[in-house]
Each structure stands twice: as structure tokens, then as C-alpha cells.
């Protein structure tokens, strides 16, 4: 199946860093962060999943997801996970909520690249994006 990255409208910034030749299809997001799409297609409307890479010592923009509840679960690396102004550190294996509506972002603390899933109800659109930092 081919998919046409749901990131595509959001605006992109040159940056810094290289993508991964692990992780085709990258691309990196005013978020800060990189985004691969593994699932996300308006045939299912239920559901999307994405896996998100954040560089060594980068914390995404705050942000939140109107009516999408999201999902992290922690593949790699380590990071201070914030969700509606409580922190807590994360690491390979952990698993973070992430209700509807709420203020989120995250800081790649460790010496590696922090790597996670994303998995959004419903899927994730543009649309649903709000830039708490710079909107």
C-alpha cells in the first residue's frame, strides 16, 4: 500500500540533522522531530501509527492533538516525557497516555536518538495539530 505522508502539510524547516538509512521515508517536522507514517490512510479512519525519532538533547514542540488520543510506546533511547505539565523520565519498554487535548512534548535525554510509536484514535490529520510554542 502506498500512503502519501499525512506530515506532508505541515510546514517543514531544513535542519541539522540527517536522516536515518535505517528508517526510510523519514522526513523532519517543525515538531523537531522525525516522522516516518507505518499507517495512516483515510480508508480507516480509526487509527494511525507513526514512528517518531528525536535527536540527542532536542525536545519537541509543545503541542497538542485536538479530539486525537495518542499513544507513545518507547522503542529506544531515553527522555522526560511531559503531558499537561507532569513529567516523567521514560526508557526502551515504556508506554505513555496521552488523552485528547493535552499539552505534550518530549526531551531525548540520553546520548542516542530517542525512537518511539505513535498510535493515534482516531488516525492522525493536520488538521487536528496545534503548535503551543510558536502559534
Known sequence: MTMTSTFASLSFESASYA???????E???????????????PSDPEGSL????????VTTVLHR????????????GRGRME??????????????DIPAGARQRIRNTGPLDLVFLCFCTPRFVPECYRDLEND
Open 83 to 96: 503531558v499537561d505539565g507532569v513529567t516523567r523520565d521514560v526508557k526502551a519498554g515504556d508506554s505513555v
Open 65 to 76: 492533538l485536538v479530539d486525537v488520543h495518542e499513544r507513545y510506546v518507547i522503542r529506544e
Open 50 to 57: 507513526a514512528e517518531a525519532r528525536v535527536p540527542p538533547g
Open 19 to 25: 536522516p536515518s538509512p535505517r528508517r526510510r521515508d
Open 27 to 41: 522526513v523532519w517536522t517543525t515538531e523537531r522531530c522525525f516522522i516516518r507514517e507505518l499507517y495512516n490512510t
